[in-house]
């Protein structure tokens, strides 16, 4: 069974001491694949790559991905050198010494000579590891995000087989409605016949005519047949590898079709019934396809 859905959640995330993240993927039902980023800006490497592993991992779908970063925990220290040296210019000539060990240090306890900067996302980039570490956590939300719409495949698996089978069955009793359909179109036509003709003018051989031309438009061999190779193709697909979700939903409207036309053509209670049971197992067949990808 190798069915996968279009709906999942994943979050992944991770603390380090510049800061913490958290990755987050929603994705849905969707025509085509649509993959929609929310990244801070400045982080356009990790947007492609992320942007080029769903496109791997999925083929259809409405992707929601969002990134939120918290900085924190992790300041720059800057040296203002101009001020520093101006300091010690002002101290050697004052003291006739260079400034070093407990003069200095004093010198650099001034204020304007040490500032600090907390850090933004700006400093991702110069950061050792941070953009490797929020991409492998990025990957890893996707991952996650797949394995849970593997899960909705492998839920949906049983349901789609179920009701082809029950299709299957349907068609099979359908079949015998339609050979007795034949039967009592012949019946139903001859007691017609006599009813009217009391003076026997319809020759046999023009009441074999209208009644083999009577039981050709109500045929329905063709169709019975068609939603037997439909439904054959349902599981084959269903059982099968790849997205197959479009081909799926062909396939649901190829059997409505025939279900349709065996309706119009039935001329048998029984037989109407059962397209119509047809019907309904086919649209609860074509809104489970729906949600395979």
């Given at each position: 069974?190798?069915?996968?859905?279009?709906?999942?959640?994943?979050?992944?995330?991770g603390?380090v001491?510049?800061?913490?993240?958290n990755?987050?993927?929603?994705?849905?039902?969707?025509?085509?694949?649509?993959v929609?980023?929310?990244?801070?800006?400045?982080?356009?490497?990790?947007?492609?790559?992320?942007?080029?592993?769903?496109?791997?991992?999925?083929?259809?779908?409405?992707?929601?991905?969002?990134?939120?970063?918290?900085?924190?925990?992790?300041?720059?220290?800057?040296v203002?050198?101009?001020?520093?040296?101006?300091?010690?210019?002002?101290?050697?000539?004052?003291e006739?010494?260079?400034?070093?060990?407990?003069?200095?240090?004093?010198?650099?306890t001034?204020?304007?000579?040490?500032?600090t900067?907390?850090?933004?996302?700006?400093?991702?980039?110069?950061?050792?590891?941070?953009?490797?570490?929020?991409t492998?956590?990025?990957?890893?939300?996707?991952?996650?995000?797949?394995?849970?719409?593997?899960?909705?495949?492998?839920?949906?698996y049983?349901?789609?087989?179920?009701?082809?089978?029950?299709?299957?069955?349907?068609?099979?009793?359908a079949?015998?409605?339609?050979e007795?359909?034949?039967?009592?179109?012949?019946?139903?036509?001859r007691?017609?016949?006599?009813?009217?003709?009391?003076?026997?003018?319809v020759?046999?051989?023009?009441?074999?005519?209208?009644?083999?031309?009577?039981?050709?438009?109500?045929?329905v061999?063709?169709?019975l047949d068609?939603?037997?190779?439909?439904?054959?193709?349902?599981?084959?697909?269903v059982?099968?590898?790849?997205?197959?979700?479009r081909?799926?939903?062909?396939?649901?409207?190829?059997?409505?079709?025939?279900?349709?036309?065996?309706?119009?053509?039935?001329?048998?209670?029984?037989?109407t019934?059962?397209?119509?049971?047809?019907?309904?197992?086919?649209?609860?067949?074509?809104?489970?396809a729906?949600?395979?990808?």
């Open positions: 069974m190798a069915l996968s859905g279009m709906t999942g959640f994943a979050r992944a995330g603390e001491e510049w800061g913490s993240w990755w987050e993927a929603r994705s849905v039902n969707g025509r085509g694949l649509d929609r980023l929310n990244l801070p800006s400045g982080l356009e490497a990790i947007e492609q790559k992320i942007r080029k592993s769903a496109s791997e991992l999925f083929s259809r779908g409405n992707v929601q991905v969002s990134l939120r970063i918290d900085m924190q925990g992790a300041d720059k220290v800057i203002n050198e101009s001020v520093l040296k101006t300091l010690t210019g002002a101290y050697e000539q004052a006739g010494a260079m400034a070093t060990g407990a003069a200095l240090a004093t010198l650099m001034t204020k304007g000579v040490i500032e900067e907390t850090l933004s996302l700006r400093d991702l980039s110069v950061i050792e590891g941070a953009i490797d570490a929020l492998a956590s990025g990957l890893e939300m996707l991952a996650s995000l797949k394995r849970a719409r593997d899960q909705e495949g492998e839920n949906l049983p349901l789609l087989l179920g009701q082809l089978s029950e299709l299957e069955e349907f068609t099979q009793q079949t015998v409605f339609a007795e359909q034949k039967d009592s179109i012949a019946e139903k036509y007691s017609r016949i006599r009813e009217f003709d009391t003076e026997g003018a020759s046999d051989e023009r009441l074999a005519t209208e009644i083999a031309v009577l039981s050709a438009k109500a045929d061999t063709e169709e068609r939603l037997n190779a439909h439904i054959e193709r349902g599981k084959a697909l059982s099968g590898e790849g997205a197959v979700g081909d799926l939903g062909f396939l649901a409207q190829e059997l409505n079709r025939e279900a349709n036309t065996l309706c119009s053509k039935s001329a048998s209670l029984d037989l019934n059962k397209g119509l049971a047809l019907k309904s197992v086919i649209d609860q067949f074509k809104e489970q729906a949600n395979v990808e």
